[in-house]
C-alpha cells in the first residue's frame, strides 16, 4: 500500500530573496556557499539550472529539475525506485525577512519506498538543520 509524505523545514533569514535563491541555484556548483557537509557533497549537472535537464545528486538522493521559478521556488522530481514526488525549496515574504521552506511531497511504495525514506530521514532533517544554519551565517557577510 503506497505511503504518502508531506516534510516541510522552513525558517526566516534576514536576506533577500534574490540572494537565497542565487545561493541555492549555485549549490552543487563551483560557486556553492551553503552546503554543509564537504564529505557528503552535493552535486549536480554542470551550466544554468534547465527544467527536465538538470540533475542533481546527494545523500542517495537523484532527481531532475522540476521547476525554476526565479525568486519563489527550486523542485526537483525524484528519480529514485520507490519514490514518486518532489523535493523544492520554497521562498515567501515574511514581514521584513525573506521565509525558506523545504518541502517534501511524495508518495512511497511499499517496499522500496519506505526503505529509502527510512534511510534518508534522519540525514534529511540534519542537512537542513546545516544548510539553515550555513546560510544564515553566509547572509550575514
Do not use: C
Amino acid at each position: 500500500m503506497p505511503i504518502p509524505i508531506d516534510v516541510v523545514y522552513e525558517r526566516s533569514f534576514s536576506g533577500t530573496r534574490r540572494r537565497i535563491y542565487q545561493l541555492l541555484a549555485e549549490m552543487g556548483t563551483s560557486a556553492d556557499a551553503i552546503w554543509p557537509f564537504a564529505a557528503q557533497p552535493f552535486m549536480r549537472s554542470p551550466g544554468p539550472l534547465t527544467v527536465g535537464r538538470t540533475e542533481e545528486w546527494h545523500s542517495g538522493v537523484h532527481a531532475i529539475l522540476d521547476e525554476a521559478v526565479p525568486e519563489e521556488r527550486i523542485v526537483w522530481r525524484f528519480e529514485n525506485e520507490g519514490m514518486d514526488g518532489t523535493h523544492g525549496y520554497y521562498l515567501s515574504a515574511d514581514g521584513k525577512k525573506t521565509k525558506l521552506s523545504h518541502r517534501v511531497v511524495a508518495t512511497l511504495s511499499d517496499t522500496e519506498g519506505r526503505l529509502f525514506w527510512r534511510r534518508l530521514e534522519d540525514v534529511h532533517g540534519r542537512t537542513l538543520d546545516a544548510l539553515f544554519a550555513k546560510l544564515e551565517r553566509v547572509l550575514k557577510r
